[in-house]
């Protein structure tokens, strides 16, 4: 089946950067939307960025103008760069793949902002 791989997290002091990976493999078909997600220790799952097939973007008000979101539409593998990050962007980061059709979830990576 579909499968979605992050990879990139990691412990970063604050004002640093990092970039998370995902990649898909499996077979995925048609147009999707990649998004990343992200959640705290007892917070619930937020949206942070989505792109679509044809580059169309959105962020999270919280991490505009420091995040990036990107994709590679021929090898199905999508991208956060994250700069200037502070402690509170730690979180479990999730990779997402949705279409009319379908949504798969990876299984997450951790992101630890901290002196």
């Known amino acids: 089946q579909v499968q979605l791989v992050e990879s990139g997290g990691g412990l970063v002091q604050p004002g640093g950067s990092l970039r998370l990976s995902c990649a898909v493999s499996?077979?995925?078909?048609?147009?999707?939307?990649m998004g990343w997600y992200r959640q705290a220790p007892g917070k619930q799952r937020d949206m942070v960025a989505t792109v679509t097939s044809a580059g169309g973007t959105n962020y999270a008000d919280s991490v505009k103008g420091r995040f990036t979101i990107s994709r590679d539409n021929a090898k199905n593998t999508g991208y956060l760069q994250m700069n200037s990050l502070k402690a509170e962007d730690t979180a479990v980061y999730y990779c997402n793949a949705r279409s009319f059709n379908y949504n798969y979830w990876g299984q997450g990576t951790q992101v630890t902002v901290s002196s």
């Open positions: 499996g077979n995925i078909f048609g147009r999707y939307v």
